[in-house]
């Protein structure tokens, strides 16, 4: 009930954005006017974060539906192991982009390993069944020394917060 009526007052206030707030160009759309050009109107930083959050509540909902939505070969939830991991490995980088941004913004890691310089183009791809096993293998272990350097500093910070030792023990 909570999310329908969070959803309900994102469109409400979102319906409040005027369409002359709307990008003029594809260029403005993607990360502002031309350089050395200012915007034709100033960007409220009340009615930005309302739409970007839109996002967000947007996709949860998504989600939501392609859970719901039967399986195409009609079966339910039997799918092949290497589906499941290579689903799993990439939910598990969409992730990481998420803690990462997190521990970033915090202060809580060296600025350094904030930027990305070699992100695996296999994250960006639909999952499939037909990655052998041994890809999918070094694919965990990359993603595992990828982790490592976000999730040490996010559960310190947890720990330190509420004085949990075992904050993130998972057992």
């Known amino acids: 009930m909570r999310t329908a009526l969070a959803i309900s007052v994102l469109?409400?206030?979102a319906a409040c954005v005027s369409s002359t707030d709307a990008p003029s160009s594809p260029d403005d759309a993607a990360g502002g006017a031309a350089p050395g050009l200012e915007p034709a109107a100033e960007i409220d930083p009340f009615t930005l974060a309302i739409e970007a959050g839109r996002w967000r509540v947007i996709i949860e909902r998504?989600?939501?539906?392609a859970r719901l939505a039967p399986n195409p070969d009609g079966l339910a939830g039997d799918e092949p192991d290497a589906l499941r991991i290579d689903r799993s490995l990439k939910e598990g980088a969409a992730e990481l982009l998420k803690l990462r941004d997190q521990v970033c913004s915090k202060d809580l890691v060296d600025p350094v390993i904030c930027i990305f310089k070699n992100w695996p183009s296999w994250t960006t791809e639909p999952a499939t069944s037909?990655?052998?096993l041994v890809e999918l293998q070094a694919r965990s272990e990359w993603l595992g020394e990828e982790v490592s350097?976000?999730?040490g500093a996010g559960c310190e910070a947890g720990r330190r917060a509420t004085g949990d030792d075992l904050f993130c023990s998972v057992e």
């Open 11 to 13: 469109f409400v206030l």
């Open 62 to 65: 998504a989600h939501e539906g």
């Open 130 to 132: 037909d990655t052998p």
């Open 149 to 151: 350097n976000f999730s």
